[in-house]
């Protein structure tokens, strides 16, 4: 993971990742989405490839 950044929006908290690879992303979910199914989180996530990122 390049990035991780979360807070709260006008009616969810919203969390934005931005990864390596989409293969990296792939692996991750494996183990995080079925924590988060058992922690009642429904829905999938949003993703979004990458047009650019810069880092200081």
Request: net charge negative; aromatic share 8%; no cysteine.
């Amino acid at each position: 993971m390049l990035a991780h950044i979360s807070g709260q929006g006008e009616r969810t908290f919203r969390v934005v990742d931005v990864w390596e690879s989409e293969e990296a992303l792939n692996r991750f979910a494996e183990i995080l989405v079925p924590i988060l199914r058992e922690a009642g989180v429904e829905g999938d996530p949003e993703v979004y490839p990458a047009l650019t990122y810069v880092s200081a």
